[in-house]
């Protein structure tokens, strides 16, 4: 089976993320987000270890000119952005998300570029905002990888997905269900195209 780097990749990334807090704070409407640099400083170092990189293709993009309450311009910008996580086999994923900025000089761009992809890291590996309170308060049950990992089989639509398993789940390369569940589920992918 030919497997696609990207997905385990990914899935260290996802497992090696750490919280990353609204330290930021708004200075007009005064609430707290997390900016762009905190994310990339939490992430960077995870995504040359991984050797993760990022490409983007701006989609579309709109600009509007907007007056301000002291008489003033800002330019109101909205960008679609396509990213493209890579790896060093060529495989890849994608995201593609839209960001919003407003800014009084030539920085609208840029801005909303930073915000599509602040919101791409995000939600892609579902960065929370807080570490868990107290790790010894709970016990988690042990997980059954084993079952996990038939459950993605048996779902799977494509080729690819199954790719992603197999990625996936490395401790289990060794085990005989597991494998030939992956071998019997690509065969019948494949017979169903033919």
Known sequence: METQLIYGKMASILRETKAITKSEKNQQQGFKFRGIDNVMNELHELFAKNEVFILQEVQGFTTENRPTKSGGTNTFTRATV????????????ETVNVGEAMDSGDKGMNK???IALKYSLLQMFLIPTEDQKDPDATTPEETDYLAMAMQEINSAQSIQTLSGVYNTYTALHTNQQFMTALSNKKKQLKDAVS
């Open 112 to 114: 909303a570029m930073s």
């Open 82 to 93: 396509k990213f493209r996580y890579i790896t060093t086999d060529g495989s890849s994923v």
